[in-house]
Protein backbone atom coordinates (compact mmCIF):
# COMPACT_ATOMS: atom_id res chain seq x y z
CA UNK A 1 0.00 0.00 0.00
CA UNK A 2 1.48 2.94 -0.97
CA UNK A 3 1.28 6.27 0.92
CA UNK A 4 -0.64 9.02 -0.44
CA UNK A 5 1.17 12.59 -1.44
CA UNK A 6 -0.14 15.65 -2.19
CA UNK A 7 -0.56 17.88 -4.04
CA UNK A 8 0.39 15.90 -7.28
CA UNK A 9 2.40 19.26 -8.40
CA UNK A 10 2.76 22.59 -7.61
CA UNK A 11 4.07 25.47 -9.02
CA UNK A 12 5.51 27.78 -7.49
CA UNK A 13 7.77 31.43 -8.54
CA UNK A 14 10.66 32.20 -6.72
CA UNK A 15 10.89 33.05 -3.25
CA UNK A 16 7.56 31.39 -2.39
CA UNK A 17 6.68 28.46 0.10
CA UNK A 18 5.08 25.15 -0.54
CA UNK A 19 4.00 22.12 1.49
CA UNK A 20 4.34 18.85 0.58
CA UNK A 21 2.35 16.08 2.23
CA UNK A 22 2.99 12.58 2.62
CA UNK A 23 0.03 10.06 4.38
CA UNK A 24 0.00 6.25 4.99
CA UNK A 25 -2.85 3.82 6.03
CA UNK A 26 -0.58 1.67 8.27
CA UNK A 27 1.58 2.93 11.49
CA UNK A 28 4.41 4.38 10.47
CA UNK A 29 8.39 4.10 11.92
CA UNK A 30 10.08 6.21 9.59
CA UNK A 31 9.56 8.53 6.84
CA UNK A 32 12.05 9.43 4.30
CA UNK A 33 12.75 12.19 1.73
CA UNK A 34 13.95 12.18 -1.22
CA UNK A 35 14.18 14.38 -4.39
CA UNK A 36 14.47 13.39 -8.01
CA UNK A 37 15.67 15.53 -11.30
CA UNK A 38 14.76 14.08 -14.30
CA UNK A 39 16.17 11.61 -16.02
CA UNK A 40 18.42 11.56 -12.71
CA UNK A 41 18.42 9.10 -9.54
CA UNK A 42 16.51 10.21 -6.18
CA UNK A 43 18.81 12.27 -3.66
CA UNK A 44 17.94 11.28 -0.09
CA UNK A 45 16.65 14.93 1.76
CA UNK A 46 16.28 14.00 5.03
CA UNK A 47 14.66 10.87 7.57
CA UNK A 48 12.07 11.32 10.23
CA UNK A 49 11.65 8.61 13.27
CA UNK A 50 8.44 8.61 15.13
CA UNK A 51 8.49 10.53 17.76
CA UNK A 52 6.67 13.63 16.05
CA UNK A 53 10.41 15.14 15.62
CA UNK A 54 10.84 18.12 12.96
CA UNK A 55 14.03 18.25 11.14
CA UNK A 56 15.37 21.00 9.35
CA UNK A 57 17.62 20.99 5.63
CA UNK A 58 18.73 24.52 4.75
CA UNK A 59 15.71 26.19 4.01
CA UNK A 60 13.52 22.52 3.79
CA UNK A 61 12.13 20.92 6.76
CA UNK A 62 10.04 18.08 7.61
CA UNK A 63 7.94 16.93 10.06
CA UNK A 64 6.32 14.01 11.32
CA UNK A 65 2.83 13.29 13.27
CA UNK A 66 2.92 9.59 14.04
CA UNK A 67 -0.93 9.77 15.35
CA UNK A 68 -1.65 11.51 12.10
CA UNK A 69 0.27 8.78 9.78
CA UNK A 70 1.86 11.27 8.06
CA UNK A 71 4.68 13.37 6.84
CA UNK A 72 5.07 17.31 5.66
CA UNK A 73 8.05 18.86 3.50
CA UNK A 74 8.19 22.36 4.37
CA UNK A 75 10.38 24.24 1.42
CA UNK A 76 10.38 27.76 2.52
CA UNK A 77 11.79 30.71 0.21
CA UNK A 78 11.81 28.25 -2.82
CA UNK A 79 14.90 28.40 -5.21
CA UNK A 80 14.82 27.52 -9.12
CA UNK A 81 17.26 23.88 -7.80
CA UNK A 82 14.45 23.10 -5.75
CA UNK A 83 12.63 22.05 -9.03
CA UNK A 84 12.01 18.12 -9.24
CA UNK A 85 9.52 15.45 -8.08
CA UNK A 86 9.86 14.57 -4.26
CA UNK A 87 8.95 11.22 -2.76
CA UNK A 88 8.41 10.44 0.51
CA UNK A 89 9.73 7.04 1.22
CA UNK A 90 7.77 5.20 4.49
CA UNK A 91 9.06 2.40 6.47
CA UNK A 92 6.16 0.35 8.50
CA UNK A 93 5.32 -1.53 11.66
CA UNK A 94 8.73 -1.10 14.49
CA UNK A 95 11.63 -1.15 12.34
CA UNK A 96 14.54 -3.12 11.53
CA UNK A 97 13.70 -3.72 7.70
CA UNK A 98 16.77 -2.85 6.34
CA UNK A 99 15.37 -0.02 5.56
CA UNK A 100 12.93 -1.09 2.87
CA UNK A 101 10.83 1.58 2.02
CA UNK A 102 7.25 2.01 0.07
CA UNK A 103 7.58 5.40 -2.29
CA UNK A 104 4.74 7.76 -2.74
CA UNK A 105 3.37 8.60 -6.52
CA UNK A 106 5.70 11.63 -6.10
CA UNK A 107 5.02 15.64 -5.96
CA UNK A 108 6.30 17.41 -9.55
CA UNK A 109 7.62 21.03 -8.13
CA UNK A 110 8.47 23.61 -10.47
CA UNK A 111 9.83 26.97 -9.62
CA UNK A 112 9.82 29.56 -12.16
CA UNK A 113 11.73 32.50 -12.10
CA UNK B 1 30.34 9.52 0.89
CA UNK B 2 28.09 6.84 0.55
CA UNK B 3 28.41 6.89 -3.21
CA UNK B 4 26.39 4.22 -5.34
CA UNK B 5 27.64 3.30 -8.93
CA UNK B 6 25.59 1.73 -11.89
CA UNK B 7 26.65 0.45 -15.10
CA UNK B 8 25.92 0.94 -17.47
CA UNK B 9 23.70 3.80 -17.24
CA UNK B 10 22.03 3.37 -20.54
CA UNK B 11 21.75 0.15 -22.84
CA UNK B 12 19.94 -0.97 -25.75
CA UNK B 13 19.03 -4.18 -27.19
CA UNK B 14 17.52 -6.20 -28.97
CA UNK B 15 14.28 -8.70 -28.12
CA UNK B 16 15.32 -11.88 -26.45
CA UNK B 17 18.65 -10.90 -25.63
CA UNK B 18 19.74 -10.63 -21.65
CA UNK B 19 21.20 -7.92 -20.21
CA UNK B 20 23.36 -7.25 -17.45
CA UNK B 21 23.04 -3.78 -14.96
CA UNK B 22 25.84 -3.61 -11.89
CA UNK B 23 25.35 -2.10 -8.79
CA UNK B 24 28.24 -1.04 -6.85
CA UNK B 25 28.75 0.70 -3.52
CA UNK B 26 31.94 2.68 -3.68
CA UNK B 27 33.17 3.75 -0.51
CA UNK B 28 31.10 1.71 2.20
CA UNK B 29 29.65 -2.02 2.62
CA UNK B 30 25.98 -2.37 1.51
CA UNK B 31 24.46 -5.53 3.59
CA UNK B 32 21.37 -4.48 1.68
CA UNK B 33 20.71 -3.32 -1.76
CA UNK B 34 17.27 -2.56 -3.52
CA UNK B 35 16.26 -2.70 -7.00
CA UNK B 36 13.60 -0.45 -8.38
CA UNK B 37 12.29 0.04 -11.55
CA UNK B 38 10.72 3.06 -12.70
CA UNK B 39 8.64 4.03 -15.87
CA UNK B 40 8.42 7.57 -16.86
CA UNK B 41 6.14 9.85 -14.64
CA UNK B 42 5.71 7.36 -12.10
CA UNK B 43 6.83 6.72 -8.67
CA UNK B 44 9.68 4.09 -7.60
CA UNK B 45 8.60 0.26 -7.64
CA UNK B 46 10.79 -1.46 -5.70
CA UNK B 47 11.54 -5.39 -7.49
CA UNK B 48 13.59 -7.29 -4.71
CA UNK B 49 15.80 -6.43 -1.74
CA UNK B 50 19.23 -8.33 -2.01
CA UNK B 51 21.08 -9.17 0.55
CA UNK B 52 25.07 -10.47 0.95
CA UNK B 53 24.99 -13.84 0.79
CA UNK B 54 21.54 -14.76 0.29
CA UNK B 55 19.07 -14.91 -1.94
CA UNK B 56 17.11 -11.86 -2.88
CA UNK B 57 13.44 -11.48 -2.06
CA UNK B 58 11.24 -10.26 -4.84
CA UNK B 59 8.52 -7.79 -4.65
CA UNK B 60 4.83 -9.32 -5.54
CA UNK B 61 4.23 -9.96 -9.12
CA UNK B 62 7.91 -9.68 -10.26
CA UNK B 63 9.37 -12.71 -11.82
CA UNK B 64 11.86 -14.32 -10.07
CA UNK B 65 13.44 -16.14 -13.18
CA UNK B 66 13.20 -13.21 -15.70
CA UNK B 67 14.90 -10.57 -12.76
CA UNK B 68 17.89 -12.29 -11.77
CA UNK B 69 19.53 -10.62 -9.01
CA UNK B 70 23.32 -11.24 -7.84
CA UNK B 71 24.49 -10.20 -4.75
CA UNK B 72 27.81 -11.72 -4.52
CA UNK B 73 29.77 -9.17 -2.20
CA UNK B 74 29.20 -6.17 0.07
CA UNK B 75 29.80 -4.23 -2.69
CA UNK B 76 28.43 -5.31 -5.57
CA UNK B 77 24.99 -6.77 -6.64
CA UNK B 78 23.78 -7.43 -10.37
CA UNK B 79 20.40 -7.28 -11.84
CA UNK B 80 20.38 -9.65 -15.30
CA UNK B 81 17.44 -9.19 -17.31
CA UNK B 82 16.74 -12.28 -19.28
CA UNK B 83 15.00 -12.56 -22.77
CA UNK B 84 14.06 -8.95 -22.72
CA UNK B 85 11.05 -7.75 -24.04
CA UNK B 86 10.15 -4.35 -24.95
CA UNK B 87 7.73 -3.76 -22.32
CA UNK B 88 11.00 -4.25 -19.70
CA UNK B 89 12.13 -0.86 -21.18
CA UNK B 90 12.02 1.36 -18.37
CA UNK B 91 14.87 2.92 -15.68
CA UNK B 92 16.40 0.66 -13.66
CA UNK B 93 18.09 2.15 -10.02
CA UNK B 94 19.76 -0.03 -7.67
CA UNK B 95 20.08 1.97 -3.94
CA UNK B 96 22.19 0.11 -1.02
CA UNK B 97 21.61 0.03 2.65
CA UNK B 98 24.38 1.19 5.17
CA UNK B 99 24.68 -1.32 8.25
CA UNK B 100 23.89 0.99 11.06
CA UNK B 101 22.79 3.60 8.64
CA UNK B 102 20.29 5.62 8.21
CA UNK B 103 18.33 5.43 4.80
CA UNK B 104 19.10 3.74 1.14
CA UNK B 105 20.92 5.48 -1.17
CA UNK B 106 20.58 5.61 -5.01
CA UNK B 107 22.58 5.07 -7.76
CA UNK B 108 22.79 6.92 -11.12
CA UNK B 109 20.31 4.81 -12.71
CA UNK B 110 20.37 2.64 -16.15
CA UNK B 111 18.33 3.41 -18.70
CA UNK B 112 17.71 -0.19 -20.82
CA UNK B 113 15.69 0.13 -23.63
CA UNK B 114 14.64 -2.64 -25.10
CA UNK B 115 13.70 -2.87 -29.40
Known amino acids: QQPVQSPQAVILREGEDAVINCSSSKALYSVHWYRQKHGEAPVFLMI???GGEQKGHEKISASFNEKKQQSSLYLTASQLSYSGTYFCGTEWGSGGSNYKLTFGKGTLLTVNP | GAVVSQHPSWVICKSGTSVKIECRSL??????MFWYRQFPKQSLMLMATSNEGSKATYEQGVEKDKFLINHASLTLSTLTVTSAHPEDSSFYIC???????????FGPGTRLLVL
Open chain 1, 48 to 50: LLK
Open chain 2, 95 to 105: SAGILGGETQY
Open chain 2, 27 to 32: DFQATT
